[in-house]
């Protein structure tokens, strides 16, 4: 199975919280915090579009800037979730600079923020044009913990407690649609971005009879077949559980929290979880509101995770990291054979 998407952390596990999540088959990528992201490129930069933001220490919110810099000119709308304050945060950021002449640009970016709350989320939208003025819309109500939902995949949260409001969130795909390649050969077909067009109506649920174009990339103008997707929907494609990856970080190891979590990561592929300490300091890690390597390890036990990826280390343990890893993995080993 070819994956769709390819996650990976932007700092080192001591450097700023950010995962950077790639759509291997589209222009576009997921980023979850903004802590230092001058390791990305430029062309990294300008494909995301939805940004989720934990919190805004300064730690995992500093990227903004670079971030706004290298889109600024772009005709684009960056997407930003983010807890309680995080409209304010961002126009925060936005009035520090000063914005006159940018009426004459031909593009303009907008960033539209999401404010979650616990029952309701509040949006914002800043337009450059309009020198990143303000703008209010209209509140969504919150009846579930899923922030984004599009026919391919779903972006869920939950809160933790970090002494403020955090957010945790998953991604996932809802199936991964993989096309047969001995029914293709069968039928002499070239692969090529019809068959990405033929996913595409498969997850929006297109009727049987929409009609789907077979064509080769080295003659894009020429239609080689025009086939109802009812019979390819039966045929050429196969459906298999699609990926899923979570994101924790900055949280009390307490019950509740613990739990939500839990529930939320449960049986991610993948699972990015902070683990700023070791378990010799477990009263610091509580008293920062953080967890310790075995705690983020119990978690992914119990939530069943295939694989997980640690990050947010403490400085003070330089040269410690295999410390942190093999304590996780213990811990993780144990909780899952419970
Ligand atoms: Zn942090």
Redesign the pocket.
Known sequence: MRPNFKPRLVNGPFGD?AVYLEFLRERRAFLFDLGDLRPLTNRELLKISHVFVS?T?V??FIGFDHLLRISLGRQKQIVLFGPNGIIDNVEGKLRGYTWNLVENYVESLSIKVYQVEEKEIEVAKFSCRERFKRQHLDAVSKSDNILLDEPSLTVCCTFVN?LIPVLAFSFEEKYHINVKKNELEKRNWPPGPWLAELKQAIYEDRPDDWIIQVRSPRTPAQVLAEVPLGELRHTLVMYTAGQKISYV??MLFEPESVQRVIELVSKSNLLYI?A?FLEEDREIASEKY?LTAAQAGYIAGKAKVQNFKLF?FSPKYKGREIELIEEARDAYKKSLEK
Do not use: G, V, Y
């Open positions: 919280p919190h220490h730690d995992h970090h970080t900055d902070e700023c953080h947010h």
